[in-house]
Each structure stands twice: as C-alpha cells, then as structure tokens.
C-alpha cells in the first residue's frame, strides 16, 4: 500500500501501475480467448463439412433404396 505524499503524486503512481497490470493481463486474456474462438469456429467448420458430407450420402443411399424399391416392385407385377 502507498502513501499518500506530495499530494497524491506516489497514489497517482500507484493506481497508474495497478491499471497498467489490469491492462496487460485483460490484454493477454483477449488474445487467448481470440485464439479458442478461432479453434472453435475451425472445429465448426470441420464438423459442418463432415454433417454436410454425411447428409449427401445419406442421400444417396436413400436414392439407391427408392430405384432398387422400385425395381422390385416392377419385377413383382411381372409375374
């Protein structure tokens, strides 16, 4: 704790000091929460591409099921 002499000139010295390190460590707490975000919205776009790759053969397959369906079905009114 500082005392307060010379009017207020070692506070002042002091408070500037405490905001300086509240800076410094709101500073570094920025850059790390910016580097998580931008892992987060990496892994995001990973696991989109992957929903959206997974969606299409899935659709796929359902268009594969629907022909083969059909295709006995036909067979089955042939006989």
Excluded: F, W
Excluded at 42 to 57: F, H, I, P, T, W
Excluded at 71 to 76: D, T
């Amino acid at each position: 704790m500082v005392k307060q002499e010379d009017n207020g000139h070692l506070q002042v010295e002091g408070d500037y000091e405490k905001l300086l390190r509240d800076y410094e460590c709101q500073r570094r707490e920025l850059t790390e929460i910016r580097r998580t975000m931008d892992e987060l919205k990496r892994e995001n776009r990973l696991k989109s591409r992957e929903c959206q790759d997974a969606l299409k053969s899935l659709q796929e397959l359902q268009n594969e099921l629907m022909r083969k369906s059909m295709h006995v079905g036909s067979l089955g009114t042939e006989i």
